[in-house]
């Protein structure tokens, strides 16, 4: 017998691979391997990496709920991943990061893995199944280097290796993810670094010599040096995947070259097309412009969270930041700006009150009124159609709010609880709670958290004040020290009230 809820709400998904909206078959059910691009970890985590992590959270999310068991495999880029991806040229990002901050590349590395998921953490995003990074994986990217070396895809030039993408063209269609045609991108190509090197410009290094001032580097059967950035993806997937896996994600920006980059680099080393199914998420603008250090519309996650950026006018929760995120659907784009911030504030606001007061709901049957009876049902049931339509996370929000309507109703007395049925009832609080909570990921402890916090200081603060206006300054200086000791500074105003401050 087969209880699963993916045999009843069967799963589609919009593949970039036929842009076609297909049913969901993977190899091995109930299995399911799933592989994200993970972040480049040289800088803060920015509101980029929070949309490619949170809507891969809740297709990891809802593919678990509908009762796969999913493998999901993010990784680190710690190495290879240069300035100009395009044309696969220029510094290091770690190693540049490195140098500027007279720092090991491995501290970088360090640093910013772990802010990326201490940010994450607060995003309420789950950890993957498996973090590789590139630096661990160097002696598997070497062996498919081998390997498309022995199958004639790749060719050697002092050290560096290059794939044939000529060679690979002549039995593939390249392009086939992002639309792009080789001859086109070879006739508009720059003068690039390495283009001696290379037969053609587009052909992408799999491994990189390493010059004498280079840090980062490893031994290997063509001389030091390091791996390309595209190789460690198809090194770290097939590893813990397989040859061919379900599902592979990432951004839109990561289609060309990074994307068919992978796709050839299968084909050279086993012959296989990597996934079946390629998920791309949209991209973040910040009020219509593009995120760039340059326009000063970059924007870090901590930011976002103190409010510290001359473009915010308030400080964001994660789960407002995660909330506004999930209203868009992950392959539309989203638009940054206060206002949607502020607006999204106030409808996740609305989401857990009704998830509240519905808990606080108490049921008893009276006559049943059908229509009324039918109609939650319904809506409860669109909720699992809309996430299995693609993982419609927009529209699911939407039957959401249509329900805390009702939730509302029902509070207010304007609809008559004793009307719906206890299967109803029933049906109503779990799948409203299971929606917002295991799929959506949604919840109010990081708000409540900062209320509670702002509210035990407060109440520090009086005390305190009671304590000078009855001249006991014993107590009165061990609040202040011992509350100094836990990061937050008092201090006492001329007019007599207090403020503070916290200092870490
Ligand atoms: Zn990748």
């Known amino acids: 017998m087969d209880h699963a809820l993916y045999t009843k709400y069967p799963l589609s998904v919009v593949n970039s691979l036929t842009r076609q909206k297909e049913v969901f078959e993977p190899i091995n059910p109930p299995l399911v391997g799933m592989y994200l691009c993970g972040p480049t970890v040289y800088g803060d985590p920015h509101l980029g990496h929070a949309r490619s992590a949170v809507n891969f959270d809740v297709i990891f999310r809802y593919l678990a709920f509908l009762g796969y068991k999913v493998r999901y495999v993010r990784n680190i880029t710690d190495v290879g991943h240069l300035e100009d991806e395009v044309a696969g040229a220029g510094e290091d990002k770690v190693s540049k990061k490195a140098r500027l901050e007279k720092l090991e590349p491995m501290e970088i590395v360090q640093l910013y893995t772990y802010r990326y998921r201490d940010a994450l953490r607060l995003l309420n995003v789950l950890p993957p199944s498996i973090e590789p990074s590139a630096t661990g994986h160097i002696i598997e990217q070497i062996e498919i280097i081998q ?9 050697e030039v002092n050290g560096s290796i290059y794939f044939d993408l000529g060679k690979y063209a002549q039995e593939q269609e390249y392009g086939q993810i992002s639309g792009k045609v080789l001859e086109d991108l070879q006739s508009g190509s720059r003068q690039t670094e390495g283009l001696d090197e290379k037969r053609s410009p587009h052909d992408f290094a799999l491994w ?15 001389g ?7 190789l460690e993806c198809t090194a770290m997937s097939t590893k813990y995947l397989g040859e061919t896996f379900d599902i592979h994600g990432g951004g839109l920006d990561l289609q060309f070259p990074h994307h068919e980059a992978e796709v050839a680099q299968s084909y050279g080393a086993f012959h296989n097309h990597p996934a079946n199914y390629w998920i791309h ?6 009020d219509g412009q593009k995120m760039s250090k340059s326009k000063g519309n970059f924007i870090t996650l901590d930011q976002l969270f103190t409010g510290d950026h001359a473009l915010l006018v308030q400080a964001y929760s994660p789960a407002t930041i995660r909330f506004f995120i999930l209203q868009a659907h992950y392959r539309s784009p989203v638009d940054f700006s206060n206002e949607a911030l502020q607006a999204a504030e106030k409808g996740l606001t609305r989401l857990l009150n009704a998830q509240e007061t519905l808990g606080k709901l108490n049921h008893q049957s009276g006559t049943i009124d059908e229509k009324l009876n039918k109609e939650i049902n319904q ?30 109703g029902f509070n207010h007395q304007k609809l008559d609880l004793a009307a719906i049925s206890t299967e109803t009832f029933q049906h109503l609080r779990k799948t409203f709670q299971d929606f917002i909570s295991e799929v959506l990921g949604l919840q109010a402890e990081a708000t409540n958290d900062t209320q509670q ?10 005390i305190r ?3 000078r206006a009855n001249k006991d300054f014993a107590t009165s200086d061990q609040i202040r020290d011992q509350l100094k000791e836990l990061g937050v500074q008092l ?12 200092t870490n």
Request: glycine share 6%.
């Open 208 to 222: 990189k010599k390493a010059n004498p001032e280079h840090i980062m580097r490893w031994d290997s059967p063509w």
């Open 379 to 408: 809506l409860c049931e669109q909720c699992y159609w809309e996430m299995s339509d693609d993982f419609n996370t927009a529209k699911l929000i939407a039957v959401l709010f249509d329900l805390s309507s009702k939730i509302n």
């Open 224 to 230: 030091e040096g390091f791996p390309g950035w595209h």
């Open 491 to 502: 201090k006492d105003e001329k007019a007599g009230s207090t403020t503070y401050s916290f």
């Open 465 to 467: 004040n009671q304590a």
């Open 453 to 462: 916090k702002e509210g035990l200081i407060e109440l520090l603060i009086s």
């Open 147 to 155: 390997s498309i070396l022995k199958h004639g895809y790749a060719y």
């Open 281 to 286: 998420h949209n991209l973040i603008t910040i």
